[in-house]
């Protein structure tokens, strides 16, 4: 069931009738047990059988974290996730990276890396104490499996949404409601006007790269990067938006991170959610910058190298990983502090090197990145088609970011992403939003286009 497909707008409609008739009639627990039921129908939407392998590592997490203080409890805890996800997405990679042929057909579940992470997350912090037991197996359920955030994220922690799941304030609203259409609506557009549009020129370049001119290759290269970004943004924004009507809070997933003045400005702006996880999961606990700058570095590798393998089980993934990790450890040498450049050409620098590492992330192999790379520096002719898309979504991506910066800059802020949300209580408000819904209506590709961050 994905978010953009008609299916899905009648469910989420439902779902939203059944929440307000729970919370008018019934109790939170009613409530909470109906968006679980619903919960486990979206995601059971692409194959039932994933809802038992859910309902394994949930009830895994709620045992283990119940007596985490003790040793093998907590191991439990920590290694069932890593099991079930290094069985369903790595067991014939390694094999046949080892030369060993496969005799499994393992289906991959849908979002499977997003919530063993969630649940990793709540047993480890329960463990360090950072949070508490959760006692109430319905509210652990719902928080592991809540169907906006479950097949491709953002990865919420439990300490940030299991307290609302305790709050019984936590309703639909009408000032929730308004604000959540406005978040999904620019989530559609990100998705179905923009990155589903990129997606038919970055398709046809990357599936022969050797039939195309050296800079249309570099226009599908920068296509891509505004392609991923829009589609999982869009995403985000869309799951961020569902919860948000049925009233509960989740954070920004994406702040602009294409102004970012270099790459480890980028990490966190780029997809926080999981570089804040890798950060306080795996780069701190392998002790971080704690143990001087070689041990800093050799864990700033291990953590992207790792990261890059979480996004698929593919040695282009893990070498995507390896190139931001060299990045990264290089920024950590003084002389990054030295180099005076003016920031709009930080920037154009820092984007230039991420499309770069997007090739590898794209590519179907390395023979097909390297073939790109080789047309790219060798000046090779070919097809030449300069893609009007591209240009549009440059365009768009450029002005709001410019939008997102005067914004704060007025109101004395950091920038923590942005949405432009208007009071739909008046006429200029509703036009705009109605205006807005047109546009994507009469713009949107109507192609099946899965969102990228499905297969990972």
């Given at each position: 069931?994905?978010?953009?497909?008609?299916?899905?707008?009648?469910?989420?409609?439902?779902?939203?009738?059944?929440?307000?008739?729970?919370?008018?009639?019934?109790?939170?627990?009613?409530?909470?047990?109906?968006?679980?039921?619903?919960?486990?129908?979206?995601?059971?939407?692409?194959?039932?059988?994933?809802?038992?392998?859910?309902?394994?590592?949930?009830?895994?997490?709620?045992?283990?974290?119940?007596?985490?203080?003790?040793?093998?409890?907590?191991?439990?805890?920590?290694?069932?996730?890593?099991?079930?996800?290094?069985?369903?997405?790595?067991?014939?990679?390694?094999?046949?990276?080892?030369?060993?042929?496969?005799?499994?057909?393992?289906?991959?579940?849908?979002?499977?890396?997003?919530?063993?992470?969630?649940?990793?997350?709540?047993?480890?912090?329960?463990?360090?104490?950072?949070?508490?037991?959760?006692?109430?197996?319905?509210?652990?359920?719902?928080?592991?499996?809540?169907?906006?955030?479950?097949?491709?994220?953002?990865?919420?922690?439990?300490?940030?949404?299991?307290?609302?799941?305790?709050?019984?304030?936590?309703?639909?609203?009408?000032?929730?409601?308004?604000?959540?259409?406005?978040?999904?609506?620019?989530?559609?557009?990100?998705?179905?006007?923009?990155?589903?549009?990129?997606?038919?020129?970055?398709?046809?370049?990357?599936?022969?790269?050797?039939?195309?001119?050296?800079?249309?290759?570099?226009?599908?290269?920068?296509?891509?990067?505004?392609?991923?970004?829009?589609?999982?943004?869009?995403?985000?924004?869309?799951?961020?938006?569902?919860?948000?009507?049925?009233?509960?809070?989740?954070?920004?997933?994406?702040?602009?991170?294409?102004?970012?003045?270099?790459?480890?400005?980028?990490?966190?702006?780029?997809?926080?959610?999981?570089?804040?996880?890798?950060?306080?999961?795996?780069?701190?606990?392998?002790?971080?910058?704690?143990?001087?700058?070689?041990?800093?570095?050799?864990?700033?590798?291990?953590?992207?190298?790792?990261?890059?393998?979480?996004?698929?089980?593919?040695?282009?993934?893990?070498?995507?990983?390896?190139?931001?990790?060299?990045?990264?450890?290089?920024?950590?040498?003084?002389?990054?502090?030295?180099?005076?450049?003016?920031?709009?050409?930080?920037?154009?620098?820092?984007?230039?090197?991420?499309?770069?590492?997007?090739?590898?992330?794209?590519?179907?192999?390395?023979?097909?990145?390297?073939?790109?790379?080789?047309?790219?520096?060798?000046?090779?002719?070919?097809?030449?088609?300069?893609?009007?898309?591209?240009?549009?979504?440059?365009?768009?991506?450029?002005?709001?970011?410019?939008?997102a910066l005067i914004k704060a800059k007025k109101s004395k802020t950091e920038v923590k992403g942005f949405y432009p949300i208007f009071d739909l209580s008046?006429?200029?408000?509703?036009?705009?939003?109605?205006?807005?819904?047109?546009?994507?209506?009469?713009?949107?590709?109507?192609?099946?286009?899965?969102?990228?961050?499905?297969?990972?």
């Amino acid at each position: 069931m994905v978010f953009t497909s008609p299916v899905f707008i009648v469910f989420f409609i439902l779902v939203l009738l059944g929440t307000l008739i729970n919370q008018k009639f019934f109790n939170e627990k009613t409530k909470q047990i109906f968006l679980l039921i619903a919960s486990y129908f979206f995601y059971g939407w692409w194959d039932w059988r994933f809802c038992f392998l859910l309902l394994f590592v949930t009830g895994a997490s709620y045992l283990t974290a119940l007596y985490s203080k003790n040793k093998f409890a907590y191991f439990t805890g920590v290694i069932v996730p890593l099991i079930v996800l290094g069985i369903f997405k790595y067991y014939n990679f390694f094999l046949e990276s080892l030369g060993i042929a496969s005799t499994l057909k393992i289906i991959l579940p849908v979002g499977i890396s997003f919530y063993t992470f969630q649940a990793l997350s709540y047993v480890i912090d329960v463990h360090r104490e950072k949070i508490s037991v959760e006692k109430d197996f319905i509210k652990l359920a719902l928080y592991i499996s809540f169907f906006p955030q479950l097949v491709a994220g953002p990865i919420v922690r439990a300490a940030d949404f299991l307290p609302q799941l305790h709050e019984d304030g936590r309703k639909i609203t009408a000032e929730n409601f308004l604000i959540g259409i406005q978040i999904i609506a620019i989530g559609f557009f990100k998705k179905t006007v923009l990155a589903d549009h990129l997606s038919i020129f970055v398709d046809d370049v990357f599936r022969v790269p050797v039939a195309f001119h050296w800079a249309t290759i570099i226009f599908a290269v920068v296509s891509y990067a505004m392609q991923i970004y829009f589609d999982f943004s869009g995403y985000s924004d869309i799951a961020i938006g569902c919860a948000k009507c049925l009233g509960y809070d989740f954070s920004v997933n994406f702040n602009l991170p294409y102004i970012s003045q270099n790459v480890t400005e980028f990490w966190r702006r780029w997809h926080i959610s999981l570089s804040s996880w890798l950060r306080d999961y795996l780069y701190i606990p392998l002790g971080g910058n704690r143990l001087g700058k070689k041990r800093q570095l050799i864990n700033l590798m291990i953590t992207m190298l790792l990261g890059g393998l979480w996004h698929g089980a593919k040695w282009t993934f893990v070498f995507w990983g390896g190139l931001n990790g060299l990045a990264l450890c290089l920024e950590k040498f003084s002389f990054k502090n030295k180099i005076n450049l003016l920031k709009p050409l930080k920037i154009l620098l820092t984007f230039a090197f991420i499309s770069f590492t997007w090739i590898f992330f794209r590519a179907e192999n390395f023979s097909d990145a390297w073939i790109i790379i080789k047309r790219i520096f060798t000046l090779q002719n070919g097809i030449t088609q300069p893609f009007m898309w591209t240009f549009v979504a440059l365009f768009i991506m450029i002005i709001s970011e410019f939008a997102a910066l005067i914004k704060a800059k007025k109101s004395k802020t950091e920038v923590k992403g942005f949405y432009p949300i208007f009071d739909l209580s008046t006429i200029t408000g509703m036009t705009i939003f109605f205006t807005f819904v047109g546009l994507i209506l009469g713009l949107a590709f109507t192609g099946e286009n899965p969102f990228v961050y499905f297969q990972f």
